[in-house]
């Protein structure tokens, strides 16, 4: 973060739990003492269980995580399956926003199918007091993302990790014009948070990345820092 002039993140306990993966009491551990640094928990249908809802629930009372996160594609599940409702039910209670990955899933053994930013919609629709923010701006279904935002005004989407290490020039030119459509098409930078998903994506090359984006110094605020400081309460 130093190395970057990065004032302020967010950090995501993983839906799974080894030895590379810490659990998110693990993470919240690790990260006590440093001030500036949240966490956002991942929540997993098959590695979480009652007791780890109550935990998140502690967790939320005290402020401790300041969102949720679940993994359809790596999960074989739908975002809308009931089997996630108390965890939809947990983030409007608390008033805080409820990740979903959305997209590409970099294991091979995922299932895209349940990863469409298109499932989004039923989640919005039935949950109109959540607050939904599409992971990875849907990637590659970047206009459906865009039409379930211009729809649903309680939909955001982020920009993270939509590359493995740096971005090669052919595909920022690509992505830059991706991002310019959604902004057009949305119609509000409002609804669109800055992301990296580091250590995935290198946080120098995504800073570099968005420096090229044509924005004026209000949407760049807003998508940089601004709007995830609302939507978190940062």
């Not at 930013?117 to 629709?125: R, S």
């Not at 459906?144 to 052919?170: H, M, P, R, W």
């Not at 595909?171 to 949305?186: H, P, Q, R, S, W």
């Amino acid at each position: 973060m130093q190395l970057n002039n990065v004032d302020q993140a967010i950090i995501i306990s993983s839906y799974k739990i080894n030895e590379e993966r810490p659990s998110t009491g693990e993470v919240l551990s690790s990260v006590e003492k440093y001030d500036k640094i949240k966490v956002v928990a991942g929540y997993s249908i098959s590695n979480h269980d009652e007791d780890s809802i109550k935990e998140y629930e502690e967790y939320l009372k005290n402020g401790k995580i300041k969102g949720l996160k679940i993994y359809p594609g790596y999960e074989h599940y739908y975002p809308y399956d009931p089997k996630y409702q108390k965890i939809i039910d947990l983030c409007i209670e608390y008033d805080v926003p409820l990740m979903i990955h959305t997209g590409d899933t970099y294991t091979p053994k995922g299932k895209i199918r349940f990863a469409h930013p298109i499932n989004v919609d039923d989640v919005a629709v039935d949950n109109p007091e959540l607050k939904v923010i599409i992971c990875h701006l849907g990637n590659p279904w970047f206009l459906d993302c865009q039409e379930i935002i211009y729809k649903n005004k309680n939909v955001y989407a982020d920009i993270s990790g939509l590359v493995l290490g740096d971005f090669t020039e052919f595909y920022e030119k690509y992505l830059v014009g991706k991002i310019t459509d959604f902004l057009n098409y949305a119609g509000e930078p409002e609804y669109l948070l800055y992301g990296t998903d580091w250590p995935i994506s290198s946080m120098k090359s995504y800073l570099n990345f968005v420096s090229k984006l044509d924005l004026n110094q209000q949407e760049r605020d807003l998508i940089m820092y601004k709007n995830s400081q609302r939507l978190f309460k940062l």
